[in-house]
C-alpha cells in the first residue's frame, strides 16, 4: 500500500466550527473498480483532515488488489483515533448513496470488525440537489458544484475512465523485468497512469473543503438570515436582509412582481424589491353554498343576511362569484401566508395579500426603516425563496 500525504495549498474559508471543532472533521472519497461492491475493489480512499494547525491531504493507495484490507485498516485506523476526542463528522459527496455503502460491502466481504458508529455523516451531494434550479446548475455532479464555487480542475478523467487507467497501472506494474515490455517508456507509462490516479482523487477530495460553502443555501432556507430593512415606497415593498451564512456566488431573479438579488461581490446581502398593486381585488369565500351572489352589487352576501332581498336580485352564489371587492395595496405571492386571500379573478395567480393590516405606525413610509412588521416580512421572505426552488 502507497500512502501519499501532502498539505492543501488554499485554505479554506468556511468557518467549520459551525460544524465541530476541526480535529474532528474528515473529508474523504473512494475509488473503486466498478460500481458494485460485490464484484468490485477499492483501490484508493482519500481524505482530508485538519492535523498540527493545517488542513492535511492524505491518500491510501493499492499498489494491488491485494492492499485493499490495508486500505480499509488505515482508513478506520484513522477514524479511530479520531474518534477518541468525540463524535466524528464525516463530510462527502454522494457519500450516502455510494462510499459509505461500498465500505460497509467491503468490511462484511473480509470479515473486519470496523463500522461508522460514532460518526455523522454530512452527505453534500444531498445539500445541493434541492438548490440546483435556485443555484443555476445543470445537473449536480461534483465538476459541475466545483464550477459554481469558482473551481477549474486540472484532471480531465472521469471516475469510470479511471477504471481503466488503474488496470493499466496494476498490468505495468506487475512486468517481469526479463519481459520485452519491462522498459523505461512503460516504467515512465506507469508512473504517469499512477499521478492521473491520485491526481483525480486529490482533487475530489481537496476541492470538497472549498465547496462547504454550499452550506449556505440550508442555512438561507431556514431562515438564516436578518430582515434590516421592510419598507414601502413608491409602489414598491423594498425587503433587505443580511445572510448568516454567504452563498457560493450570487443570484439574480426578476419576473413582473418583483426582483429578488444576492449581489456576487456582497454574498450576505439579500434584497427584495415586491410591485405594489394599488387597487381592487376580489376575496373569495370557501362555502360557497352558504351565500347569495347579488349580480347588480357584483359581489356576494351571506343567506342570512340574502333572505331579505328580493329573490329576482339574488342567486345562489358558485365558487366564482363567492367574493367580496376589496380596495388597497396588495403585493403577490405564490403561498397563503396572508389572513386573507385576493385575487384577480377565481384561482388566478399570483395570490395577493393586502399590506393594511401590518402596516407599523401612523407616519410616512420614508420616515421609517420598518413599514411592514418582521414577522410578515420574514414570512413573504421564506414564500419569495421557495418558490424559486
Same mark, same amino acid.
Given at each position: 500500500?502507497?500512502?501519499?500525504?501532502?498539505?492543501?495549498?488554499?485554505?479554506?474559508?468556511?468557518?467549520?466550527?459551525?460544524?465541530?471543532?476541526?480535529?474532528?472533521?474528515?473529508?474523504?472519497?473512494?475509488?473503486?473498480?466498478?460500481?458494485?461492491?460485490?464484484?468490485?475493489?477499492?483501490?484508493?480512499?482519500?481524505?482530508?483532515?485538519?492535523?498540527? !494547525?493545517?488542513?492535511?491531504?492524505?491518500?491510501?493507495?493499492?499498489?494491488?488488489?491485494?492492499?485493499?484490507?490495508?486500505?480499509?485498516?488505515?482508513?478506520?485506523?484513522?477514524?479511530?483515533?479520531?474518534?477518541?476526542?468525540?463524535?466524528?463528522?464525516?463530510?462527502?459527496?454522494?457519500?450516502?448513496?455510494?462510499?459509505?455503502?461500498?465500505?460497509?460491502?467491503?468490511?462484511?466481504?473480509? !470479515?473486519?470488525?470496523?463500522?461508522?458508529?460514532?460518526?455523522?455523516?454530512?452527505?453534500?451531494?444531498?445539500?445541493?440537489?434541492?438548490?440546483?434550479?435556485?443555484?443555476?446548475?445543470?445537473?449536480?455532479?461534483?465538476?459541475?458544484?466545483?464550477?459554481?464555487?469558482?473551481?477549474?480542475?486540472?484532471?480531465?478523467?472521469?471516475?469510470?475512465?479511471?477504471?481503466?487507467?488503474?488496470?493499466?497501472?496494476?498490468?505495468?506494474?506487475?512486468?517481469?523485468?526479463?519481459?520485452?515490455?519491462?522498459?523505461?517508456?512503460?516504467?515512465?507509462?506507469?508512473?504517469?497512469?499512477?499521478?492521473?490516479?491520485?491526481?483525480?482523487?486529490?482533487?475530489?477530495?481537496?476541492?470538497?473543503?472549498?465547496?462547504?460553502?454550499?452550506?449556505?443555501?440550508?442555512?438561507?432556507?431556514?431562515?438564516?438570515?436578518?430582515?434590516?430593512?421592510?419598507?414601502?415606497?413608491?409602489?414598491?415593498?423594498?425587503?433587505?436582509?443580511?445572510?448568516?451564512?454567504?452563498?457560493?456566488?450570487?443570484?439574480?431573479?426578476?419576473?413582473?412582481?418583483?426582483?429578488?438579488?444576492?449581489?456576487?461581490?456582497?454574498?450576505?446581502?439579500?434584497?427584495?424589491?415586491?410591485?405594489?398593486?394599488?387597487?381592487?381585488?376580489?376575496?373569495?369565500?370557501?362555502?360557497?353554498?352558504?351565500?347569495?351572489?347579488?349580480?347588480?352589487?357584483?359581489?356576494?352576501?351571506?343567506?342570512?343576511?340574502?333572505?331579505?332581498?328580493?329573490?329576482?336580485?339574488?342567486?345562489?352564489?358558485?365558487?366564482?362569484?363567492?367574493?367580496?371587492?376589496?380596495?388597497?395595496?396588495?403585493?403577490?405571492?405564490?403561498?397563503?401566508?396572508?389572513?386573507?386571500?385576493?385575487?384577480?379573478?377565481?384561482?388566478?395567480?399570483?395570490?395577493?395579500?393586502?399590506?393594511?393590516?401590518?402596516?407599523?405606525?401612523?407616519?410616512?413610509?420614508?420616515?421609517?426603516?420598518?413599514?411592514?412588521?418582521?414577522?410578515?416580512?420574514?414570512?413573504?421572505?421564506?414564500?419569495?425563496?421557495?418558490?424559486?426552488?
Amino acid at each position: 500500500m502507497l500512502i501519499n500525504e501532502r498539505p492543501l495549498e488554499a485554505e479554506p474559508t468556511f468557518d467549520f466550527n459551525r460544524l465541530a471543532p476541526k480535529e474532528r472533521i474528515i473529508f474523504f472519497d473512494i475509488e473503486t473498480t466498478g460500481l458494485s461492491a460485490a464484484h468490485s475493489n477499492i483501490y484508493l480512499i482519500g481524505v482530508v483532515i485538519y492535523e498540527e !494547525g493545517r488542513w492535511l491531504l492524505r491518500q491510501f493507495f493499492s499498489e494491488g488488489l491485494y492492499d485493499e484490507v490495508k486500505l480499509l485498516t488505515g482508513f478506520f485506523e484513522l477514524l479511530n483515533e479520531r474518534r477518541k476526542s468525540g463524535r466524528i463528522f464525516l463530510i462527502s459527496f454522494n457519500g450516502d448513496g455510494f462510499d459509505i455503502p461500498f465500505i460497509q460491502r467491503c468490511l462484511t466481504q473480509y !470479515g473486519l470488525g470496523y463500522d461508522f458508529r460514532g460518526t455523522f455523516s454530512i452527505d453534500l451531494f444531498k445539500h445541493i440537489k434541492r438548490y440546483k434550479k435556485f443555484a443555476g446548475l445543470e445537473n449536480c455532479k461534483l465538476k459541475t458544484v466545483e464550477r459554481l464555487c469558482g473551481i477549474c480542475r486540472e484532471d480531465k478523467f472521469n471516475g469510470g475512465e479511471l477504471i481503466y487507467v488503474y488496470e493499466e497501472y496494476l498490468r505495468l506494474s506487475q512486468l517481469d523485468e526479463q519481459s520485452c515490455e519491462y522498459n523505461d517508456n512503460n516504467l515512465n507509462l506507469r508512473d504517469a497512469l499512477l499521478k492521473s490516479l491520485l491526481l483525480h482523487n486529490a482533487e475530489d477530495i481537496l476541492d470538497m473543503p472549498l465547496i462547504v460553502d454550499i452550506l449556505g443555501y440550508d442555512s438561507l432556507f431556514d431562515g438564516g438570515f436578518e430582515i434590516t430593512e421592510s419598507r414601502t415606497e413608491n409602489g414598491v415593498w423594498n425587503i433587505s436582509a443580511v445572510l448568516d451564512m454567504p452563498l457560493p456566488k450570487g443570484v439574480y431573479y426578476e419576473d413582473e412582481y418583483r426582483t429578488v438579488s444576492i449581489s456576487e461581490e456582497e454574498r450576505l446581502s439579500l434584497n427584495i424589491a415586491v410591485n405594489i398593486y394599488s387597487g381592487e381585488l376580489k376575496n373569495f369565500y370557501k362555502d360557497y353554498k352558504e351565500y347569495y351572489y347579488l349580480p347588480e352589487e357584483d359581489m356576494a352576501i351571506h343567506k342570512s343576511l340574502g333572505e331579505f332581498v328580493d329573490k329576482k336580485a339574488r342567486k345562489q352564489a358558485t365558487a366564482k362569484t363567492c367574493y367580496q371587492r376589496v380596495s388597497g395595496e396588495f403585493v403577490p405571492c405564490t403561498e397563503e401566508i396572508f389572513t386573507d386571500s385576493f385575487y384577480r379573478e377565481y384561482k388566478q395567480k399570483p395570490i395577493y395579500g393586502s399590506l393594511n393590516a401590518y402596516r407599523i405606525g401612523n407616519y410616512e413610509a420614508s420616515e421609517k426603516v420598518f413599514d411592514i412588521d418582521r414577522e410578515m416580512t420574514k414570512k413573504y421572505i421564506m414564500a419569495v425563496l421557495n418558490s424559486l426552488l
